[in-house]
């Protein structure tokens, strides 16, 4: 009889209907990369097919563009039947890095209970309130980074009513049709009270190099070229060399930094014929750019003269350049007895890291009736100011790189 009893169970259970596999789904849909300062645009999917009253009890979803540090809420929702999506969009650090998208959901009012996309119970207190997987899925956006550049090339110093020559350079090189939307360049001879256009460009393409040549103020003072850019047409939109928006009725307008970039040239008063005597003039200047691009290679050109007619000449002329903010100096150019008039170039690779490059120049004019003075014309202290790389008779420049 208890075997006849076994048999009818048996049979009972194997005849009563299975349960089909339940499946819950959670997924992010994202793109794999963008360009920095981009819009990102996401969908969140969540449902199940359980057929037993459960749901998406639970889904919540955030983003983050500083790689996990803060985030952003962008959708959270309670009960939303058995299927739900969910579209939402947000810009990306004009920086590059990671942005992130954290999706996390319970699935509820069914048979199994509060479970997750795996069927298994939701740890309330620990792996969702952690938003740990499962239940919580994640999505990483690469942001390629958009190196945008713009520079001013100029003299730091000219004699008064000499030529300047100026060269701006604009480039980018996003990869989502991003171009040169506008280039604006300017100079002024009288300090900025009035400005000479003398470069407006649209539509440029990614990399775009204009020069000009002008005559400094007669009477000394300063000259400044000031430049404005604008990139367009990629995913970013319309952004300054920094990778933020434009403001066009605020900085664009009022060319103010990042859109705007300034260069100032040195008339040298110093230069003009002091009275009752023959005009003597001495120079020492530094061309180079006022910005590169990080580990990129600059070119820099060390000029010395003087027009004395006593004999005297560049009797010593020492260059150094440092790509770690003066921290350490490499000797670049070392002369004496050069002549009356010397230019030499000398080329080095700018830190890759970014920051400022610096390059210095001494010289000590000799041979003539005032005996060493420098380009001033004050006699050299060897011991103080010609030692400590003192201005005068020292000159600097510096070369700007951003920070990777």
């Not at 110093?270 to 070119?299: F, K, Q, Y």
């Not at 060390?302 to 027009?307: F, K, L, N, R, Y």
């Not at 030499?344 to 920051?355: E, I, L, T």
């Amino acid at each position: 009889m208890k075997l006849l009893h076994r048999i009818l169970l048996l049979l009972l259970v194997v005849t009563l209907p299975m349960r089909a596999a339940v499946n819950r789904v959670v997924r992010i849909e994202a793109p794999a990369e963008v360009v920095a300062g981009s819009t990102v645009e996401v969908t969140l999917i969540a449902r199940t097919d359980a057929g037993d009253g459960e749901q998406i009890g639970f889904l919540h979803a955030e983003y983050s563009i500083d790689e996990g540090r803060t985030w952003a809420q962008f959708c959270i929702a309670e009960n939303c039947g058995a299927e739900v999506f969910r579209k939402a969009s947000f810009a990306v650090s004009a920086k590059g890095g990671k942005a992130i998208v954290r999706v996390r959901a319970a699935f509820r009012g069914g048979v199994a209970g509060d479970v997750d996309y795996r069927g298994g119970a939701i740890q309330w207190s620990d792996s969702w309130q952690k938003w740990r997987w499962p239940p919580a899925k994640y999505a990483v956006v690469n942001v390629t980074a958009v190196n945008r550049a713009i520079s001013i090339e100029v003299p730091a110093e000219v004699a008064p009513g000499g030529a300047v020559s100026v060269t701006v350079h604009a480039s980018t090189d996003a990869s989502d049709g991003e171009q040169i939307g506008f280039l604006h360049a300017d100079y002024s001879i009288d300090g900025g009270k009035t400005w000479t256009q003398f470069c407006y460009t649209e539509k440029s393409g990614a990399k775009l190099s204009r020069q000009t040549v002008f005559a400094a103020n007669a009477k000394g003072g300063k000259a400044i070229v000031r430049v404005r850019a604008a990139f367009r047409g990629g995913g970013a939109g319309d952004v300054d060399c920094k990778g933020g928006a434009i403001q066009w009725n605020d900085s664009w307008q009022k060319w103010r930094s990042p859109a705007a970039k300034y260069a100032i040239i040195q008339v040298s008063n110093s230069l003009v014929a002091a009275p009752m005597r023959a005009a003597m003039n001495r120079a020492v200047s530094i061309d180079a750019p006022a910005e590169a691009s990080a580990g990129s290679t600059v070119s820099v050109t060390v000029h010395a003269s003087t027009d004395a007619t006593d004999g005297e000449q560049i009797g010593i002329v020492h260059a150094d350049y440092s790509v770690d903010e003066g921290l350490s100096w490499t000797q670049c150019y070392y002369a004496e007895l050069c002549g009356a008039e010397l230019s030499r170039q000398v080329s080095f690779a700018v830190n890759a890291k970014g920051g400022k490059a610096i390059v210095r120049v001494r010289v000590a004019f000799r041979g003539g009736g005032v005996g060493d003075v420098d380009y001033k014309g004050g006699a050299i202290q060897w011991n103080d100011s010609w030692q400590k790389w003192r201005s005068p008779p020292t000159k600097y420049a510096i070369v700007y790189s951003p920070r990777s």
